[in-house]
Antibody, heavy 116, light 110 residues
Framework: QVQLVQSGSELKKPGASVKVSCKASGYTFTNYAMNWVRQAPGQGLEWMGWINTNTGTPMYAQGFTGRFVFSVDTSVSTTYLQISSLKAEDTAVYYC?????????WGQGSLVTVSS | QSVLTQPPSASGTPGQRVTISCSGSSSNIGNNIINWYQQLPGTAPKLLIYSNNQRPSGVPDRFSGSKSGASASLAISGLQSEDEADYYCAAWGDSLNGRVFGGGTKLTVL
């Protein structure tokens, strides 16, 4: 069965970096793109962008350029989200979601808390 | 401010039929398919409706979707307590060249 398993919660100080992982199983990893979606506390879903898991080419939504980097390691069927120069407003749950015209499977979410 | 507009809340009693609207424009809903996601409290979102009106395997037929022009609706019939959740519409936004979500609708079963 398709599974997306994300890394655990992180507590970081402002200015630090964090790397969230999303390990896929149960399907051919490179046949589907992977999206990233942010959900701030008590807020709605915000699309961050996606990465072509076959070529490693990322595409970032407006507002998620510069400090946000998507990457992929096909040898372990895993995509990564790295956020640098963390700010308090980056505190959120980050989801990965498999994509083929619809986000049909989602990871369980990774909570990133930024606090001094 | 979300690109797609949903009512922030909706409610109904068990057994009732409830509809949730999603309004966009010609550059998103009007020109692309719409998907709906259900997020139960404390859990990850789940695909509920895709390609405007298709249900993934395992989704009860109490849930249905429709689209007309630049608007879409999610209907839930025979409302049950376990339907209490946040519901999000989503579509591709041509002008943004990316996915856009509605702000979400919190459904309360009274």
């Amino acid at each position: 069965q398709v599974q997306l398993v994300q890394s655990g919660s992180e507590l970081k100080k402002p200015g630090a970096s964090v790397k969230v992982s999303c390990k896929a199983s149960g399907y051919t990893f490179t046949n589907y793109a992977m999206n990233w979606v942010r959900q701030a506390p008590g807020q709605g879903l915000e699309w961050m962008g996606w990465i072509n898991t076959n070529t490693g080419t990322p595409m970032y939504a407006q507002g998620f350029t510069g400090r946000f980097v998507f990457s992929v390691d096909t040898s372990v069927s895993t995509t990564y989200l790295q956020i640098s120069s963390l700010k308090a407003e980056d505190t959120a749950v980050y989801y990965c979601a498999r994509d083929r015209f619809k986000l049909d499977y989602w990871g369980q979410g990774s909570l990133v808390t930024v606090s001094s | 401010q979300s690109v797609l507009t949903q009512p922030p809340s909706a409610s109904g009693t068990p057994g009732q039929r409830v509809t949730i609207s999603c309004s966009g424009s010609s550059s998103n809903i009007g020109n692309n398919i719409i998907n709906w996601y259900q997020q139960l409290p404390g859990t990850a979102p789940k695909l509920l409706i895709y390609s405007n009106n298709q249900r993934p395997s395992g989704v009860p037929d109490r849930f249905s979707g429709s689209k007309s022009g630049a608007s879409a609706s999610l209907a839930i019939s025979g409302l049950q307590s376990e339907d209490e959740a946040d519901y999000y519409c989503a579509a591709w936004g041509d002008s943004l060249n990316g996915r856009v979500f509605g702000g979400g609708t919190k459904l309360t079963v009274l």
